[in-house]
């Protein structure tokens, strides 16, 4: 079994910029395609972005260009690095373990972190 502990989240002003960190205990995650999500207030859980175990990287159109996902597997902690924030960013953030070389869809990961929160003010 594989715990995920994301940390980074917080409040800021539009513009701005964050770094989401996972870390994973347990099990190692190189092997594994490592996704990073968002849930809004009354809103289904979102794709934001994701790093197979070879390196290949997918963004939603929402966020591309501004975020960008990395993995350092000797530290099994996979980022999200957030610039450019704007109002509509604010959620909670999930990082997730997939099986799945896929790993854009919710439903094919198996193991979630608790999430953290990011606010973006205007």
């Known amino acids: 079994q594989v715990q995920l502990v994301e940390s980074g989240g917080g409040s800021v002003q539009a513009g701005d910029s964050l770094r989401l960190s996972c870390v994973a205990s347990?099990?190692?995650?190189?092997?594994?395609?490592m996704g990073w999500f968002r849930q809004a207030p009354g809103k289904e859980r979102e794709f934001v972005a994701r790093?197979?175990?070879?390196?290949?990287?997918e963004y939603s159109d929402s966020v591309k260009g501004r975020f960008s996902i990395s993995r350092a597997n000797p530290k099994n902690t996979v980022y999200l690095e957030m610039n450019n924030l704007i109002p509509e960013d604010t959620a909670v953030y999930y990082c997730g373990r997939s099986p799945k070389w896929s790993g854009t869809r919710a439903p094919e990961y198996d193991y979630w972190g608790q999430g953290t929160q990011v606010t973006v003010s205007s």
């Open positions: 347990g099990q190692y995650i190189s092997s594994y395609t």
């Open positions: 790093i197979t175990w070879s390196g290949d990287i």
